[in-house]
């Protein structure tokens, strides 16, 4: 079993920066690609990027992309998400989530283990 951890999470003021961070209980998700989704009130949980287990592969949802870096450190099992120029719209929880296989792809389907989420509040 897997244990996935978030942390970073808070409020900030639109324009303003945050930086998630999701630290694995085992070393075995060096093997796995990783996600970020986030979910509001009432809607579906939402990708929002995805790496391959070498960092060689990065994705990201349109609605982030040029303001969100996914990246990770292996030796540290640990898992980062740089969010700036943050928007209201970009409140949510947020949600770090290990793949099924080498690849992360968009679909929560394709993800295994997840975390338990940490709460991203943007005040206009």
């Known amino acids: 079993q897997v244990q996935l951890v978030e942390s970073g999470g808070g409020l900030v003021q639109a324009g303003g920066s945050l930086r998630l961070s999701c630290a694995a209980s085992?070393?075995?998700?060096?093997?796995?690609?990783m996600g970020w989704f986030r979910r509001t009130p009432g809607k579906e949980r939402e990708f929002v990027a995805g790496i391959s287990w070498n960092s060689g592969s990065t994705s990201y949802a349109d609605s982030v992309k040029g303001r969100f870096t996914i990246s990770r450190d292996n030796a540290k099992s640990t898992l980062y998400l740089q969010m700036n120029d943050l928007k209201p719209e970009d409140t949510a929880v947020y949600f770090c989530a290990a793949a099924l296989g080498a690849m992360a792809g968009v679909s929560s389907s394709g993800y295994r283990y997840w975390g338990q989420g940490t709460q991203v509040t943007v005040s206009s």
């Open positions: 085992r070393r075995t998700t060096s093997n796995n690609g």
